[in-house]
């Protein structure tokens, strides 16, 4: 098997987002050319505050994953989604993190998330 | 100035790799090849588990083995002394195996006339969990000296895989390991999870683990 060429930063933390950082630059580069484009100026990511992607090491490795691609110039955006659960006890909605899961009207700390978990290639700007 | 247009991909980012894995694991049914994705921290006894489940089923089935744990051959090599069909994937320092991966790794390997290939991935317990990889079945190995608490740190993995198999359980009376707390932890998180303790060293356990295996690759092939 070929192995696949990717560039260490020495940090393990960030290894996992640049492998799903190129794969993020595969499917986007796809769906380029499905659609006729041929220059990219800006890709728009979304990640939720409970997706366990880390923003900064996206950035960081971005560059790795489209060097040698046709998106070697393309500028990266992130969004952040909000990270939301509704209260399993009275039924309130709330940020998860802001809360740290504890429900702010009744204290309980059982929710269900109802975002947050998301990593979705939003769009690109293309020219 | 060319001027600039939006295009909307609203594409989940897990989308590709789950599509590759749903194309693999369809594949695999259709050549009644039972691809088993086997997971844990480094040193929680994979290989040793590995070579255990070889011993246990090679009367009744054919095996294959796709090795990704380490980036040298060692434990393919391990492997392949017991005569087993086996091949190294040069994750290339990579913390997890994608679909694609592991379908060139199947290619590498060659399943025809196998009837269970299992995938030593590489060690790894927290992205591994997120990847599907194309597997019929994943299992995750939690070893007694790792502690009683990972289903805490690390509840994604255990909230995934069809079975879980405590490890090192001929070592549990150095450690404080409580495998009732385990067991609660885990149910609460994972209700139809099978909990299966096990020496890989002395062999305790592995006979029943073997026998999920077999029941396991049985329903699937009658599904
Ligand atoms: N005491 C004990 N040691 C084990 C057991 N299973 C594996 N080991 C040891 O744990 C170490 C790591 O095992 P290995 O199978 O290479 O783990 P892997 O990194 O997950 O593949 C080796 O020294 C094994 O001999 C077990 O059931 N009991
Ligand atoms: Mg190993
Ligand atoms: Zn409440």
Not at chain 2, 123 to 129: D, K, Q, R, V, Y
């Amino acid at each position: 098997m070929v192995p696949p060429s990717i560039v260490s930063t020495g940090e393990v933390g960030s290894l996992h987002e640049l492998s799903v950082v190129i794969e993020v630059v595969r499917t986007v580069e796809e769906f380029a050319r499905e659609n006729g484009v041929t220059r990219i100026d800006k890709l728009v990511l979304q990640i939720g505050e409970l997706s366990s992607m880390i923003p900064q090491y996206i950035e960081d490795c971005f560059p790795c994953a489209v060097d040698g691609t046709s998106m070697v110039d393309t500028k990266l955006e992130i969004e952040i989604l909000p990270g939301n659960g509704r209260c399993r006890s009275c039924g309130a909605m709330f940020n998860l993190v802001a809360n740290k899961g504890i429900c702010p009207e009744c204290g309980v700390k059982d929710a269900e998330v109802i975002s947050g978990k998301e990593f979705m290639i939003k769009e690109i700007v293309a020219c | 100035m060319d001027a600039f247009k939006v295009l909307e991909i609203k594409k989940s980012v897990y989308e590709g790799n789950d599509k590759r894995a749903g194309a693999l694991r369809s594949g695999l049914k259709k050549d009644g090849v039972f691809l088993l994705n086997l997971m844990s921290s480094p040193g929680s006894g994979k290989t040793t588990t590995v070579m255990r489940t070889i011993e246990a089923l090679r009367g009744d089935m054919r095996i294959g083995v796709l090795e990704a744990d380490i980036d040298s051959d060692v434990d393919a090599r391990t492997v392949a002394e017991s005569g087993t069909r086996v091949i190294q994937l040069h994750s290339g320092g990579m913390c997890h195996l994608t679909a694609d991966m592991t379908r060139q790794g199947l290619e590498g390997l060659g399943t025809e006339g196998l009837d269970l290939v299992i995938l030593e991935n590489i060690g790894n317990l927290i992205c591994t969990a997120e990847v599907d990889v194309g597997a019929a079945k994943s299992a995750m190995i939690l070893s007694v000296p790792e502690g009683d608490d990972k289903p805490l740190k690390y509840p994604m993995m255990f909230e995934r895989v069809d079975v879980l198999l405590i490890n090192k359980i001929d070592a549990i009376s150095f450690f404080n390991f409580d495998m009732e707390a385990v067991r609660e932890r885990v149910t609460a998180m994972n209700p139809g999870i099978k909990i299966i303790p096990i020496s890989a060293k002395t062999g305790e356990g592995v006979a029943e683990w073997a026998d999920w295996i077999r029941s396991a690759v049985r329903d699937w092939k009658r599904a």
